[in-house]
């Protein structure tokens, strides 16, 4: 079935550096792939999003950098901050159900000062 | 403007009783959506309405759980003879037209706990 999971639980940075946080998915014909942000006690909150036509797409401080071939989606933060320390979740969009998001299983950001 | 808010944040219940969760998406959004988080996990798709289309049930894991929305505006995902295994948080999300690249916005969502 489809699965998008990530490859580490826990990925702990200096501040200042950049981190980046990987994930994989399984469905080929997903088209629309997204990362949010969820802090301690609330709800997900959109970061990026980039479109299967596309391998890289940048925000401020953040990229989101797409390999359709080997089914892989990253991504970097830029001079991580304290204010970055969250739980970091990629999901895709099938293209048969477009509304449906499909989470991985997340990957906690801690941020050492 | 205001968020999606959802009601109450925390719950907790007895197994086999009845809970009722409330979602308020943010005003002129058309689609609405449920998910389940359990802990230390992804969420899961449970319901998506958009309009006054027919909503898609799929994600409901079981017969117990149904859900309803009036109009454009409030829902309410309701969990009959709840039991331990339903113990997660419950997470309402909306956006203005339900396309796969309209961004959803999230509730922070309701914790329950079954005893």
């Known amino acids: 079935g489809e699965s998008v999971g990530l490859h580490l639980p826990t990925l702990s940075v200096q501040e200042g550096d950049n981190s980046i946080i990987n994930c994989a998915y399984s469905?080929?014909?997903?088209?629309?792939f997204i990362w949010y942000k969820q802090e301690s006690g609330k709800g997900p909150q959109f970061i990026i999003d980039?479109?299967?036509?596309?391998d890289k797409r940048q925000g401020q401080r953040v990229t989101v950098l797409l390999n359709k071939t080997v089914k892989h989606l990253s991504l970097q933060i830029a001079a991580t901050q304290p204010g970055d320390s969250a739980v970091y979740f990629c999901?895709?969009?099938?293209?048969?159900?477009?509304?449906?998001?499909?989470f991985g299983s997340g990957t906690r950001l801690l941020v050492r000062p | 403007g205001a968020g999606v808010s959802q009601s109450p944040s925390n719950k907790v219940t007895e197994k086999g009783k009845d809970v009722e969760l409330r979602c308020d998406p943010i005003?002129?959004?058309?689609?609405l959506y449920w998910y389940r988080q359990r802990l230390g996990q992804g969420l899961e798709f449970l319901i998506y309405?958009?309009?006054?289309?027919?909503?898609?049930k799929s994600g409901l894991p079981s017969d117990r759980f149904s859900a309803e929305r009036t109009g454009e505006s409030v829902s309410t995902l309701t969990i009959q003879r709840t039991q331990q295994e339903d113990s997660a948080v419950y997470l309402c999300?909306?956006?203005?037209?339900?396309?796969?690249?309209?961004?959803?916005?999230f509730g922070p969502g309701t914790r329950l706990t079954v005893l």
């Open positions: 999300a909306s956006s203005f037209f339900g396309s796969s690249t309209d961004t959803q916005y």
């Open positions: 469905n080929s014909a997903s088209d629309y």
């Open positions: 980039i479109r299967s036509n596309m």
């Open positions: 999901a895709d969009s099938p293209m048969d159900s477009s509304y449906k998001l499909i």
């Open positions: 005003s002129g959004h058309t689609a």
């Open positions: 309405f958009q309009g006054n289309s027919a909503p898609d």
